[in-house]
């Protein structure tokens, strides 16, 4: 079999270790020849280098390692970048998060306008690594889940329409786990049809390979715990805020229990609800810097002392593998069947054409084909309709710097009330990405 040279941009990533163990278990179906860590944060990337250099060492000494700030090392003779990014750092997320709620508004990573602010920070360096990628490897491909997801596919897709990214989120993936626990079978057991967009869709279908459909009875389960389930496996998501999350979705079930709701609809649907039971002291940055970053680089300091990572390894990040089907897909022409984040061309068939969805695709060596959904009811149409807007106003306020319509897309937002407070959040913002964020005038 073929092996892989393999650049994990965003090397210090809390999630690198995960993503590299997660490799190592998969070498038989994805063989690796070369790894690479590429970061702009050396002090950051360093520590978890240094560790991942002494793992290898022991565990597979036949992979070529590196960890490098220099672009032209990381993606010299690449065949694929695993993008996962965080402009800003955790410092960031945690105003993004802040500023909003000081507002009475939802302060998330991705959803409203702590959303829309990490998308403003994130597309230009997002944009220059995609640069570099096919400046020293013209036929590399990358493979981003770099949030915002549906921000920074909307701006691929304006500003890199021809360039070899492929955009995909692990929440669909993670919430079919628990949906598979729930019906007693495997994840790969099952097929589902999807529609919307990132981080805002829903299930429409999830059959077994022989067409038995379980909608029903993981509706009935949902609609009393949400997909709270009781084999609770090692997932990025067990801390209690994100048990709460799972456990919400019981209450957008009710709102159309036609569909299975994709969780992040919380922020949408109860937006209330949300910024009553946030603590704008103590928001979800400050739980993973005191939680798993704190793990994951303290694992990384014991490896570097002990000068072996026998008996104090890091954990596979299993939830990940959906990264290495990707990769195969892509490599091998496998045909995997995925959500991804594409342009709609009428996948969902009474919804924009230039729109960034979320549905199944087949995926072979030219990338993703859609799947078609069909016809969506108006109640999500309009929903979406709304949301990608907020989307494609932001992209396009970044492009012509333009205040206006960054102001239109947060007054836009279902999660915030008024144009009055969409303009305070605003200028709250933008005080506080100074650094980061081109001039809006
Ligand atoms: P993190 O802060 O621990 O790691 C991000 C790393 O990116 C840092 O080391 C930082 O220095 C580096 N970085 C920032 N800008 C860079 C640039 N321009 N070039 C190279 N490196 C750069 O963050 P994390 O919590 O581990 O998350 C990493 C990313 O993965 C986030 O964007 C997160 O939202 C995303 N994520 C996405 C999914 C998904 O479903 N799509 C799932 C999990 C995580
Ligand atoms: C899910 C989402 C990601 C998001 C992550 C946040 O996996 O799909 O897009 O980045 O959750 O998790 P965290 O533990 O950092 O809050
Ligand atoms: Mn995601």
Known sequence: MKEFSVVIAGGGSTYTPGIVMMLLDNLDRFPIKQLTLYDNDADRQNVLGESLDIL???????????????????????????????VGKYDMREKDEKIPLKHGVVGQETCGPGGVAYGMRSIGPMVELIDLMEQYSPDCWMLNYSNPAAIIAEACRILRPNSKVLNICDMPVGTLRRMSQIIDKQPNDLEVRYFGLNHFGWWTSVKDKEGHEYLPQIRDYVAENGYLTQIEVDTQHMDQSWQDTHKKAKDLLAVDPRFLPNTYLKYYFYPDYEVEHSDADYTRANEVIDGREQEVFSTARTIIENETAAGSGFSIGSHATFIVDLARAIAFNTHERMLMIVENNGAIANFDDDAMVEVPCIIGSDGPETLSQGKIPEFERALMYQQVTVEKLAVEAYIEGSYQKFWQALTLSKTVPSAAVAKNVLDDLIEANQEYWPEFK
């Open 56 to 86: 290898l060492k022991e565990q597979a000494p036949d992979i070529t390692f590196h960890y490098t700030t220099d672009p032209e090392k990381a993606f010299t003779g690449a065949d694929f970048c695993f993008a996962h990014i965080r």
